[in-house]
C-alpha cells in the first residue's frame, strides 16, 4: 500500500478520492474557497449550510494534511488566520465544474442557462464566480 494511503480502506484511487471528501463539508468547504480565495474561519463558519465549529475544524486540518487548503496568518490582524487553496486544491476545480454540469444537465438545481455555458466553455469557475451567490447558488439571469 502506498505511504500516502496509509490508514485508509486501500489504495483504490477512488477509495482515496472517497475517502477525501467523501463527507458533504469537505467539498462545500472547498468551493467556498474557490468562490471566495481567502477566507477566515469565521468567514467559513458562514456558509448557509450551516457547518459546526467542531466539523470545520477537523475538516480543515484533514484538508490541510492533504495539502488541499493552506493556513497562513493575516497580514492586517495577527489574531486571525486565512484558509485558502493551495495548487493541488485548486486543481479540484475541473471536477468540481463537472459536478455541477452534472447537477444542470440532470435537473436538479436551478440554473441560469448563460452560467452553463459559461462553465461549458471555460471548464472554469473565473467568470461564473462572481454571478453565484455566497452560498454558490447562480443568481438567475435570463439567457440572452
Given amino acids: 500500500m ?10 483504490c484511487p477512488l477509495n482515496v478520492a472517497i475517502e477525501m471528501f467523501g463527507d458533504k463539508w469537505t467539498l462545500l468547504i ?5 468562490f471566495h480565495s481567502v477566507r477566515t474561519f469565521n468567514q467559513l463558519l458562514e456558509i448557509d449550510e ?3 465549529t467542531g ?3 477537523t475538516r480543515i486540518q484533514k484538508l490541510q494534511e492533504n495539502g488541499i487548503v493552506d493556513r497562513q496568518q493575516s497580514e492586517t490582524d495577527r489574531r486571525s488566520v486565512n484558509y485558502k487553496l493551495t495548487d493541488v486544491g485548486r486543481g479540484l476545480e475541473p471536477i468540481m465544474v ?3 454540469l452534472w447537477v444542470a444537465d ?4 436551478e440554473f441560469s442557462q448563460k ?3 459559461k462553465l461549458r466553455e471555460q471548464r472554469s469557475f473565473k467568470d461564473v464566480c462572481n454571478e453565484m451567490d455566497a452560498d454558490g447558488t447562480v443568481e438567475k439571469v435570463d439567457a440572452a
Fill in 50 to 52: 450551516s457547518i459546526s
Fill in 115 to 117: 452560467d452553463v455555458v
Fill in 30 to 34: 472547498v468551493r467556498d474557497l474557490f
Fill in 98 to 100: 463537472e459536478m455541477v
Fill in 106 to 109: 440532470n435537473g436538479l438545481a
Fill in 55 to 57: 466539523t470545520l475544524t
Fill in 2 to 11: 502506498n505511504k500516502n494511503c496509509e490508514g485508509l480502506r486501500s489504495d
